[in-house]
């Protein structure tokens, strides 16, 4: 039998790394978990834990979600965007690492989110990294933080936007996208407007019903 050596296997093309929603969806399949832990997300997701769990964290804020999810989710987020901006590898500590999840109700997160990952990823490569790397990869976690401190605080409208915003910083860095880490910036930009508005007219409106109660 002839074999064709034009080819050995160290030209072949390297293979294709997993994508999130593959291994995240890995994940939720797992019958044998019972429940996922944070710590486990952290294990699973290696060299790409922070993005990924940036990502995680703040997809479901974009979602509708039940009230108070928005501050149940956002100190993880401060702490991985502060690791992020200071260069860290990703550490949570162990009243965060170890909160856990019913795996079905991971399933059910990512039966809704998965679909619209994969068609993020198919939009994504990389270009123009040099702005995904160090040191705009530590100004890109410095803006995270902002973001994730604006949507722990309970002001209204103040989570959705900077979610967002998070969203596509976190998978323009984990695929060193750098288009999609300007249009996060341009999101991020667009949601403290958002947000200094809303304080604005809150302000604004309680100045004016205290100067009209004493009237």
Request: with cysteine.
């Amino acid at each position: 039998m002839l074999v064709d050596e034009s080819e050995s296997p160290a030209d072949a093309a390297p293979a294709r790394p997993r994508r999130l929603s593959e291994l995240l969806s890995d994940i939720a399949e797992d019958k044998s978990r019972h429940r996922i832990s944070i710590a486990d997300l952290l294990i699973a997701m290696k060299d790409r834990a922070i993005g990924a769990l940036l990502l995680i964290f703040a997809i479901p804020n974009v979602l509708p979600t039940p009230p108070g999810t928005s501050t149940v989710l956002g100190a993880p987020l401060i702490f991985l965007a502060a690791q992020l901006a200071l260069g860290r590898r990703p550490w949570l500590p162990g009243f965060i690492a170890n909160r856990s999840i019913a795996r079905r109700d991971f399933a059910a997160l990512m039966q809704r989110a998965a679909p619209w990952l994969a068609r993020a990823e198919r939009l994504l490569r990389p270009r123009f990294s040099v702005i995904s790397r160090p040191p705009f990869e530590y100004a890109i976690g410095t803006i995270c933080f902002l973001l994730a401190v604006i949507l722990f605080l309970p002001i209204p409208l103040g989570n959705m936007l900077p979610a967002l915003a998070i969203c596509v910083l976190a998978l323009g860095v984990l695929e060193r996208d750098g288009v999609w880490i300007v249009a996060g910036l341009i999101v991020a930009a667009a949601s403290v407007l958002l947000v200094y508005g809303v304080i604005y007219a809150l302000v604004k409106s309680a100045i004016f019903i205290i100067v009209n109660a004493f009237a």
